[in-house]
C-alpha cells in the first residue's frame, strides 16, 4: 500500500483562504471562545501561548482589533519555521507589538522554559492529530503552564466517538484543577470548542518530559486519515467480492 504524502503545513493554511471551508468555519469558533477567554483574563499585561501554533490566525485574528491588544504578550510554539515567520510577520502588519515566535516541537516539555505560567494557553487545531492518552497526559502537564484564573482554550471536532472523548478529557481537567470556564458564549456543537479555568496551584516546570507525538505523519497517519484508508479498503473489498459472486461457474 502507498504510503500517505507527508503534509506540508505551510501550504495547509491555503484553506483559511476560502471563507467556507472547514477550516475557516472552525477558526471563526475558536475566535469567538478566545475573543470573551481574553474579556476575562485579569486585568493588566498578559500572557497567552499557543501550541502547534501554526501560523497563529486564531489569537492574531482576535488581537487585531481587540482593545486589550496592547496588553497580550503572545508566544506561537509552532515546528515550521515558515509558520512562524508568517505568523510574526501577520503580528508585526496588524501592529501588534509583543509576538515572538518558538520554532520546535510542542510536545517537548523543555521548551517552555522561562515561558510559564501564561494567563491564556491555546491549544487549538492539534487535539485530533495526537492520541487520547497523549491529550490526557498534556492535560496533567497544564497545572505547569497556567497560574490561578489563567484559561486553556482547546478544541477537538465532533466526529465519531468525539463527544465521548470530550467527557473523558473534561474529567481529566476536573482531575488537574480546573473547570469549566463561564464564558456567556453559544457552545459551538460542530468544532468543539471549549475553555477551562485554572483553579489550582501552579505547579514547577518538569523538563525532560514528552507531552505528546504529533501524529500526522506518512509513518503515524492522523485518525482520520487512517480511517479514510480503512473505508477504501472495505469498499474494495466489497465490490471484489460482488465482481467475484457474478463471474459465471
Known amino acids: 500500500m502507498a504510503s500517505v504524502p507527508e503534509i506540508d503545513w505551510f501550504d495547509w493554511h491555503r484553506r483559511y483562504e476560502n471563507p467556507m471551508s472547514r477550516a475557516s468555519r472552525r477558526l471563526r469558533a475558536v ?5 470573551t477567554s481574553i474579556d476575562q483574563v485579569t486585568p493588566g499585561p498578559f500572557t497567552a501561548i499557543s501550541l502547534c501554533a501554526g501560523q497563529g490566525h486564531d489569537i492574531l485574528g482576535v488581537l487585531a482589533d481587540h482593545p486589550r491588544r496592547a496588553d497580550a504578550s503572545v508566544t506561537f ?20 507589538p509583543n509576538a515572538r515566535g518558538i520554532v520546535g516541537d510542542a510536545g517537548t516539555s523543555d521548551l517552555f522554559t522561562g515561558l510559564l505560567p501564561a494567563s491564556l494557553v491555546i491549544l487549538a487545531g492539534f487535539v485530533v492529530h495526537i492520541s ?3 491529550f490526557g497526559r498534556l492535560i496533567g502537564a497544564l497545572p505547569q503552564f497556567c497560574m490561578p484564573g489563567s484559561i486553556v482554550v482547546w478544541n477537538r471536532g465532533r466526529r465519531g466517538l468525539t463527544r465521548r472523548f470530550e467527557r473523558r478529557a473534561r474529567q481529566r481537567f476536573t482531575e488537574a484543577g480546573f473547570e ?4 456567556g458564549v453559544e457552545p459551538d456543537r460542530e468544532f468543539g470548542v471549549h475553555a477551562e479555568r485554572f483553579t489550582g496551584i501552579t505547579q514547577p516546570l518538569q523538563t525532560g518530559v514528552r507531552l505528546f507525538t504529533f501524529s500526522a505523519s506518512p509513518r503515524r497517519p492522523s485518525h482520520w486519515i487512517r480511517l479514510k484508508r480503512m473505508t477504501v479498503r472495505s469498499i474494495s473489498s466489497a465490490r471484489s467480492l460482488r465482481s467475484r459472486r457474478a463471474r459465471p461457474l
Open 31 to 35: 475566535q469567538r471562545v478566545l475573543r
Open 132 to 134: 487520547e492518552g497523549d
Open 77 to 96: 510554539v509552532e515546528l515550521d519555521p515558515r509558520n512562524v515567520e508568517r505568523a510574526l510577520a501577520t503580528a508585526r502588519a496588524l501592529e501588534i
Open 180 to 183: 469549566p470556564a463561564q464564558l
